[in-house]
């Protein structure tokens, strides 16, 4: 879609950041009340009916003209994609035993970087040789295999209790959910940097794609491959810090991740030429999945599994809000003080943000290893 508005509508920042808060700006509103639907719904029929209805909705896209009818479309698929998230969490935890959890966790991570590698640059080759409408048929039919696969599953879990159902109940547990997050301090804070590294982030994500058509010179298999570049530094991050996740707290991982954010900002706005713009987006996913990965391994491995619903729903709130917040500033200020300097000043931003978490942690958070976390981090 930012491939169209951008190298076939010539869209302005502005349009194609209205896309993407009309997908990003439901599930911050939605995705924490869903999760405590998911916790006491059928999963396995949730994220069938939602791989379903997706379906539709992708299929709409190709008779959309103009970023009115997308940003419709976008506000509903949200919304549906507000509810398979924490139902495929709940899902994970049920189905797979509680020693091959991380195991999963990090497959399932793998697995999502490399599409995240292939499919951008797939994306770009298939739009310049065939135009979007092949990308909608193609993710159409993603859903509905998709479907198919959750089928045949097996997801049993214990049945909630008629009386649990209620209004007053359901806002209880609304209440209870968010309140674990919160008074637990190795989640909270790491909850809390992820939702600062996306505010930051995404106040220039959308502006990539102009930035590659007007100061690159390139079109959109340019903007294919150079997004691709995030899942490669994905993969290579994610292989780094399973080696290093023993070695200390989590929420020094998560700071070296919010620098690394930084840094690929600032190479995105100190040099203009191709091959910086690929390091660039390459350090970025690098970055990422040393923020990432700390903070759903925690979410896994220390929820109660009646709350996974609701925490994990929390957590994708956390970081759609930071993100519309972010979007929302983007396009007014590459418009006012230019693309590049807004990659300039997230970097600053991030770069003084991971400095001064670790100061803050120097005295508060004690060098302790994965088995003590818990312990040291839990009031």
Do not use: C
């Given at each position: 879609m930012i491939s169209l508005i951008t190298f076939r509508w010539h869209g302005t920042p502005v349009q194609v950041t209205t896309v993407t808060i009309a997908f990003v700006l439901p599930m911050a509103i939605i995705s924490p009340i869903a999760g405590v639907f998911v916790?006491?719904?059928?999963?396995?029929?949730?994220?069938?009916?939602?791989?379903?209805?997706?379906?539709?909705?992708?299929?709409?896209?190709?008779?959309?003209?103009?970023?009115?009818?997308?940003?419709?479309?976008?506000?509903?698929?949200?919304?549906?994609?507000?509810?398979?998230?924490?139902?495929?969490?709940?899902?994970?935890?049920?189905?797979?035993?509680?020693?091959?959890?991380?195991?999963?966790?990090?497959?399932?991570?793998?697995?999502?970087?490399?599409?995240?590698?292939?499919?951008?640059?797939?994306?770009?080759a298939l739009v310049a040789w065939l135009t979007e409408k092949s990308c909608f048929y193609l993710d159409v039919a993603s859903f509905i295999f998709s479907a198919a696969m959750i089928s045949s599953l097996a997801v049993i879990r214990p049945a909630r209790s008629e009386a649990e159902k209620t209004v007053k109940s359901l806002a209880q547990d609304f209440l209870a959910g968010n309140k674990f997050i919160f008074t637990h301090a190795g989640l909270a804070f790491v909850f809390?940097?992820?939702?600062?590294?996306?505010?930051?982030?995404?106040?220039?994500?959308?502006?990539?794609?102009?930035?590659?058509?007007?100061?690159?010179?390139?079109?959109?298999?340019?903007?294919?491959?150079?997004?691709?570049?995030?899942?490669?530094?994905?993969?290579?991050?994610?292989?780094?810090?399973?080696?290093?996740?023993?070695?200390?707290?989590?929420?020094?991982?998560?700071?070296?991740?919010?620098?690394?954010?930084g840094l690929g900002a600032g190479l995105l706005g100190a040099f203009r030429n191709t091959p910086m713009a690929a390091l660039s987006t390459f350090t970025?996913?690098?970055?990422?999945?040393?923020?990432?990965?700390?903070?759903?391994?925690?979410?896994?491995?220390?929820?109660?599994?009646?709350?996974?619903?609701?925490?994990?729903?929390?957590?994708?709130?956390?970081?759609?809000?930071?993100?519309?917040?972010?979007?929302?500033?983007?396009?007014?200020l590459a418009q006012k003080l230019g693309i590049r300097a807004v990659f300039l000043t997230c970097a600053g931003v991030l770069g003084a943000i991971s400095l001064a978490g670790h100061f803050l942690m120097r005295g508060r958070i004690p060098h302790t290893s994965g088995a003590d976390v818990q312990a040291n981090a839990t009031p």
């Open positions: 916790d006491h719904l059928n999963v396995k029929r949730l994220m069938i009916a939602s791989d379903l209805i997706r379906a539709v909705l992708i299929l709409m896209l190709v008779f959309t003209h103009n970023v009115m009818q997308i940003s419709a479309i976008f506000v509903a698929l949200s919304s549906v994609s507000s509810f398979f998230a924490p139902a495929q969490s709940v899902t994970l935890r049920v189905i797979v035993p509680q020693e091959g959890l991380l195991a999963a966790n990090a497959m399932m991570m793998q697995a999502f970087y490399i599409v995240r590698l292939l499919s951008p640059a797939a994306a770009g809390i940097a992820m939702a600062v590294a996306m505010f930051v982030l995404s106040s220039f994500s959308p502006l990539i794609s102009i930035y590659i058509r007007d100061s690159l010179h390139a079109g959109s298999f340019m903007f294919g491959a150079i997004s691709a570049m995030v899942g490669v530094g994905m993969i290579v991050g994610t292989q780094l810090i399973t080696r290093l996740s023993g070695s200390g707290p989590k929420s020094y991982v998560v700071l070296v991740g919010l620098f690394l954010l970025m996913g690098f970055g990422i999945a040393f923020v990432w990965i700390p903070a759903q391994t925690m979410s896994q491995q220390e929820t109660p599994p009646p709350m996974v619903g609701r925490v994990s729903s929390t957590f994708m709130s956390l970081i759609a809000v930071s993100q519309v917040f972010g979007l929302l500033l983007s396009g007014y």
